[in-house]
């Protein structure tokens, strides 16, 4: 019997250690997850714009555009430079109300 109660008692504490990792990790994960939905909220709030995936899709690529404009023109391919900064321009356009 004391070799029964010995396993019956390892069995509980590896339990509750398993529970108490998952649990903390899941406390953990939720608040990286709010934190991260109220970001976007603001965000979208401020810009004017829809808090969805296309609209945050379409903000990165603006972005991305402007940043690929500004590199060009660093370069010294203002035509080039010109283009992207207006595309960038026109893409975040239909995001701001």
Same mark, same amino acid.
């Given at each position: 019997m004391q &070799?029964?109660? /010995? %396993?019956e008692w390892?069995?509980?504490a590896? @339990?509750?250690? #398993?529970?108490?990792l998952?649990e903390g =990790?899941g406390? =953990? /994960? @939720?608040?990286? &997850?709010?934190?991260g939905?109220? %970001?976007l909220? @603001? *965000?979208?709030? +401020? $810009?004017?714009?829809?808090p +969805? =995936? *296309?609209g945050? *899709?379409?903000l990165v690529?603006? #972005?991305?555009? #402007?940043? &690929?404009?500004?590199r060009?023109l *660093?370069?010294?391919? %203002?035509? @080039?430079g &010109?283009?992207? $900064? =207006? #595309?960038?321009?026109?893409?975040l356009?239909?995001?701001i109300?």
């Amino acid at each position: 019997m004391q &070799a029964g109660n /010995f %396993f019956e008692w390892l069995g509980e504490a590896v @339990g509750a250690a #398993l529970r108490y990792l998952v649990e903390g =990790l899941g406390g =953990l /994960f @939720g608040s990286v &997850a709010r934190a991260g939905a109220q %970001f976007l909220d @603001g *965000l979208s709030r +401020t $810009l004017g714009m829809n808090p +969805t =995936l *296309l609209g945050v *899709l379409a903000l990165v690529l603006g #972005l991305a555009l #402007l940043v &690929a404009g500004v590199r060009a023109l *660093l370069r010294r391919s %203002f035509v @080039g430079g &010109a283009i992207y $900064l =207006l #595309l960038g321009l026109w893409v975040l356009s239909w995001l701001i109300r």
